[in-house]
């Protein structure tokens, strides 16, 4: 997405949709070939990924109507939190 | 599978789900995390499950930025067809090195997309258009 913005002079908007059909895409070739490693589990792809769907119809019906700044502190808080984990 | 994992895994798909639609970041960031921490995945087969789970956010997440003009399908459509050559090197590495490896270089991505949410949070972060009253700063 940063690179549709700055290459191609996306709107910040316009690349959000744009950059998730791509990413549809590659992730599709992505759980392809891994899935060819025999790494990936569907049913835990399901569980978590169902509930992501969802989330994300309430995220973009939410995008124009909450405090982006706030939102976006928040997340950040939580992937610091998150790789701290990881590493630890 | 106990039912605390359970439930945190749908808690992690559901705040993975509303990053992507809200900040556009989230996705396997999170559910890779998620995947890990709840469903016992190892780290590879974690991030390679995510982009599974992934597939179905992406095409719903796109399918309404549509209704709000934010989407060019070809000019997508042709950046997912290019992608399989970076796809494959991708996946021989991430099988090739080892978790630790993994675990760290995930974390990093983490933090580089912690700074990017960050910048957005404080106020010169701001668009150009919103950032008028803050000049003083």
Redesign the interface.
């Known amino acids: 997405?940063p690179l549709?913005v700055l290459w191609?002079g996306y709107g910040?908007?316009?690349?959000?949709?744009?950059?998730?059909?791509?990413?549809?895409?590659?992730?599709?070739?992505?759980?392809g070939?891994?899935?060819l490693?025999g790494?990936?589990?569907?049913v835990?792809?399901?569980?978590?990924?169902?509930?992501?769907?969802?989330?994300?119809?309430?995220?973009?019906?939410?995008?124009q109507r909450?405090p982006?700044?706030?939102?976006?502190?928040g997340?950040?808080?939580?992937?610091?939190a998150?790789?701290?984990?990881?590493?630890l | 599978m106990e039912l605390a994992d359970l439930v945190g895994a749908i808690v992690i798909g559901i705040v993975a789900g509303l990053a992507g639609g809200l900040v556009g970041v989230g996705g396997g960031v999170l559910l890779v995390p998620g995947l890990v921490i709840f469903l016992d995945e190892s780290q590879l087969g974690a991030e390679a499950t995510s982009l599974l789970a992934i597939v179905g956010v992406a095409v719903v997440g796109a399918w309404r930025q549509n209704r709000y003009g934010n989407l060019r399908l070809r000019d997508a459509l042709v950046i997912g067809l290019l992608s399989p050559l970076g796809v494959v090197a991708g996946t021989v590495a991430a099988n090739a090195i080892g978790e630790r490896v993994l675990e760290l270089a995930f974390a990093a991505v983490q933090l580089y997309f912690a700074w990017r949410l960050a910048k957005r949070a404080r106020p010169t972060g701001a668009p150009p258009s919103r950032r008028k009253g803050s000049l003083a700063q």
Request: aromatic share 6%.
């Open positions: 997405m549709l191609f910040e908007r316009e690349a959000t949709g744009t950059s998730l059909a791509a990413i549809a895409v590659i992730a599709l070739f992505g759980a070939a891994h899935g490693y790494n990936v589990d569907p835990a792809a399901l569980l978590v990924g169902v509930p992501a769907v969802g989330g994300v119809v309430l995220g973009t019906a939410l995008q909450v982006e700044r706030a939102v976006a502190g997340f950040a808080c939580l992937l610091v998150s790789a701290a984990v990881l590493v």
